[in-house]
């Protein structure tokens, strides 16, 4: 069990490097691990906890040193570093706590079965975009798709290889062993020349 | 880091736009995986940018295993999830290149904590052992920003062996024709022999810098480089250096031009040590120079 002094000796030699150098971030890194392993943080099971926390951890970065956001810096002559953390902390949880109870029907937990929530595909309809991705990969109006290849393989071309890794994609292993080509080949092949080309036909169709 | 509400809710609206439950469960913990280290990242005050990210680019997406995050200045993280009950973090060959690094990100089941277990910057298989990542002090040092130094594009010599070449690699024919004096034997195309040519500008001198590859029996890469004048009955100027550098800038060959050289060069070189090997070659003409910076991978 770490004491209050070790936490107040390295919160003193974070405070001694540079903002935004790498020293101090290893050592803040160092102290975040040790906060949590004393296990002297508050915790409750709420569906907010974590919401809070992850505020709490950036009040923490903003204000060891110099104050960013808090009246102060931290002031190891006031109190320990966890009643500060914790002080913050649960008032955090207190704001979030009233907003839940403002409204009528609290919203539920996001977490509670998060993927089981989502309508299963094949109760409806492919979903357009891959359709459309689809349609354009097969006619390949300009050509591109097919005239992009693996130097030496004429036969792998873009238009092969994203139809292939369109969902529900092959494996690149599989890929290997069917083509004869190795996997970083065609991978990196798909990642340098075809995805450019996916990009540059997402944002002439306006997708982002 | 803890996994807040928004996070959970961005990775079931990615999710959703997915037509395959496989696909779907994918996106989902990429995005969760991409949220941890950004918020990891704001908390440390390095500067990222998720609309620059392909994980958050939803045609990419669709397309590709991707879980990039976007470094600015620095190009982009990729952030994999680790599966419980697994001692690996799958990493798809598609995301092999152009990435700063891969962290590894243990998402808990119940979804409130995403650990980020370590980190290694290169991934040449699928799979890499939890044990063979180094910890997140490697990734700090990885994200310190250079001081004044552009993003490199350095050119991947062991991919050249598979026919990619990067932008401005000619073949020594194309680039320089007669110019060129290959040595006698193997003037035919062999499949652990390899040459390019890239034109460079230096001083309004057209010069030519030549990369001669051959592979040997224990696949080790060895390397000689050339510059060659562009400029046919000219001459190279004298006292043109070519230099080749280590990783940490340190020069360990140098060739000088003399006074009617057509061309110089370095003796062959290879790095056998590490898997991969960075290295640099300048070209020097008084006050000037120019540097291509290449990697081989063994």
Redesign the interface.
Known sequence: MRSDEFFNELIEKICQYPRGSTQRRKHMNRLMQNIIQSGKLWRENTSYYEDALQQTWLYLCRNLCEADTAEEPYNPQKSSVFTWLNSYLRWRLRDFRNQEQQKSTPPADPRLDPLGNLPDPRDRNIPPMLEEIRYWIESDPQGELRNTHIRGRQDLTCQVLMLRRLPPETGWRELEAEYGCSMSTLANFYQRQCLPRLRKRGESMGYF | ??????A??T??QF???????????QV?YNTLAVWAVN?YC?????DTDLTKS?SW????R????VADLEITGLGKLECRPVFENTNFVYI???????RIGYVAVAIDK????AALLGFTRAA?T?EVSLSQLQS??EL??C??LPVEQPLELRANLS?WF???FEEGWQSVEELLGSLYSPPVAFRRAHPAMVKRAKRIQLQDRSLALLLDLNKDDRQNVRIRAQVYSLTSNTPLPEGLALMVLDETGEPFLESQAGTADRFIQTKRFQFIEQPEEDFTVKIVLGEESVTEAFVVRN
């Open positions: 880091m803890p996994i807040p509400r928004e959970i809710q990775a079931q999710a959703a736009e997915q037509a395959h439950p496989d696909k779907q469960r989902y918020d704001q908390l440390m005050e390095i392909d680019n939803r045609l990419v669709l397309c590709s295993n798809p060959a598609e995301v092999w290149e152009d119940s979804f409130k904590e040449t699928e997140l002090d700090l040092d994200l310190e991919q598979d026919n990619l």
